[in-house]
């Protein structure tokens, strides 16, 4: 009886973090599909059931080290993969292994509920060499709240993600993008740079992963760079990833590996 009713809160958490996304939309997935099919060694499943021959590694772009937002400029060509909301077991560990098998790494901003829930998964992510967020604890709309409340969501989903993974939180990304010039700098104080987003790819909509990969596409194709959002709770952007990926590889995109280096202390404050 015990077992079931913990499986029954695993469940019912997950489905309502399923909600979660930069702006209000009908619900997500919510089956996990496996696949029979067994891939070559070094290759991937495309989203129609295919493979995809092995990968080169071409996509991997260069590092880059920040201190703060200021830092955070691509150029021409150049993208962040960016998860959000995770992690859950059977899609953040399938984003994975297709990071993994482009020889490419993202940054996954991770809901504090979700990481306490799932710390092996968390630790994962952190240990493949993938930037850590925290995306609050409850994945709460900060703008609605006082700055105090905000402020202890903040700092509670920052807690749990880092006891998680264990490694420090150095980015964060508000929920639904709903954020106040007030809190940003408080988010800054912290220590975290704060992820805004430059393509949405909106897979939080019950769309297949063919469309997303297109709207995806496109969007980049206006910009030229940037910040890709994404969620790793949902099946259907597991499922198009590695045909994403494939398509910014053809392309000549370059992901870039983000990296936090702690601001130094102002030559005044260094003396105190």
């Not at 490419?104 to 991770?110: Q, T």
């Not at 700098?185 to 912290?190: D, I, P, Y």
């Not at 992820?195 to 297109?214: E, G, H, L, Q």
């Amino acid at each position: 009886m015990h077992r079931f009713a913990l499986l029954s809160g695993l469940i019912l958490s997950a489905a309502a973090l399923a909600g979660c996304q930069s702006t209000k939309h009908p619900a997500p997935d919510t089956m996990i599909k496996t696949s029979s099919i067994v891939a070559p060694e070094g290759s991937q499943t495309t989203e129609n059931g295919g493979t995809l021959p092995p990968i080169s590694h071409r996509l991997a772009g260069r590092t880059l080290t920040i201190a703060s937002i200021h830092d955070l400029r691509l150029q021409d060509k150049e993208v962040i993969l960016s998860f959000d909301d995770g992690p859950i077991p059977g899609r953040t560990d399938r984003v994975l292994a297709t990071l993994n098998q482009f020889g490419v790494k993202g940054a996954f901003m991770m809901v504090g509920e979700m990481a306490e829930l799932h710390p092996e998964l968390a630790r994962r992510v952190a240990m493949e060499g993938n930037a850590i967020g925290s995306h609050t604890f409850r994945h709460e709309n900060l703008a609605a709240l006082t700055f105090d409340v905000a402020m202890k969501e903040i700092t509670r989903g920052e807690a749990a993600v880092t006891k998680a993974t264990g490694v420090d939180v150095n980015f964060f990304r508000f929920p639904y993008l709903a954020d106040s010039q007030k809190l940003r700098s408080a988010v800054a104080m912290r220590d975290m740079v704060v992820m805004d987003v430059d393509v949405d790819s909106k897979d939080y909509f019950n769309t297949s992963p063919a469309a997303i990969t297109k709207r995806t596409m496109d969007l980049l194709h206006k910009r030229g760079r940037g910040i890709i959002l994404m969620h790793d709770i949902h099946n259907r952007t597991a499922t198009m990833l590695p045909t994403l990926l494939s398509r910014l590889e053809a392309e000549g995109y370059k992901v870039v590996t983000l990296q936090f280096k702690k601001p130094t202390a102002p030559a005044e404050m260094a003396s105190l």
